[in-house]
């Protein structure tokens, strides 16, 4: 079926079948300490502390720096001219935020990020990033390829909105957001995340992302009490032909 092929190809970009991690948008990062690089660059730097629920930057501000995450868990949103909101992303330690304002065609935030656990931010300004960028061939080389691994990520949501089912689509973000098999265990916890939150990147309503959790756990494909943790079986979910 050309579903199932489109499918494949969006599973097979995050390595799922092969048991590695699906979040390849940090792996360019993995090695590199960008704390100690910018610093040894000497690159002015100012760390945040953000408590849960605090609003990092909104919507329509200005792009004035780039946010590197040392700790904690953010969401991305944006709210279309009617009021809705949805949540675009979800950005964890080692994940950039605002790096659109390094463009000269972005003057303005084109999404709000909020603090969904208690976070520490390096705040780089647009005229150091630049400057870093020009002058550090290897940071440049590492941004440029976080840039692309998360155009190849947004690539595939779209692909995913379009073809697959809301249970579908809920089970592959788990997977994403839990990191799967990274350290090569059979299952990995899902950072604290409500289901509204789900519900917002999932693009369907929080019930039904409860009816869904509820089977999933049922059919022994994750554990639920405060936080999720995902099993191998889930995998079982994205693979079904059936929509």
């Known amino acids: 079926m050309q579903t199932r092929a489109v499918l494949f190809e969006t599973v097979s970009r995050f390595r799922i079948l092969n048991g590695y991690t699906v979040r390849d948008m940090t792996e360019p990062l993995s090695t590199f300490d960008v704390n100690d690089f910018l610093s040894k660059a000497g690159v002015g730097k100012t760390i945040l502390r953000f408590p849960k629920s605090a609003t990092i930057f909104s919507q329509g501000d200005d792009c004035d ?126 950072p604290q995340i409500s289901q509204e939150t789900l519900a917002a990147m999932v693009g369907c309503t929080r019930p039904r992302v409860n009816l869904f959790l509820n089977r999933f756990r049922k059919l022994g494909y994750i554990e639920y009490n405060d936080r999720i943790r995902v099993k191998r079986a889930l995998l079982q979910v994205i693979l079904h032909d059936k929509d």
């Open 65 to 190: 720096a780039v946010y590197y995450i040392q700790q904690g868990t953010i969401k991305l949103t944006l709210v279309s001219e009617k009021g809705k909101e949805a949540t675009i992303a979800l950005l964890k330690k080692g994940d950039f935020a605002g790096e659109e304002c390094v463009s000269t065609l972005q003057p303005l935030r084109s999404a709000s990020a909020i603090a969904l656990t208690e976070s520490a931010l390096l705040r780089i300004t647009k005229v150091e990033m630049k400057r870093v960028l020009h002058d550090e061939p290897e940071m440049s080389g590492i941004f440029v390829a976080y840039l692309l691994a998360r155009t190849s990520r947004i690539q595939a949501d779209l692909v995913d909105q379009l073809f697959n089912s809301s249970e579908k689509r809920l089970a592959r973000t788990l997977l994403l957001l839990s990191n799967f098999a990274q350290e090569g265990t059979d299952d990995s916890l899902v």
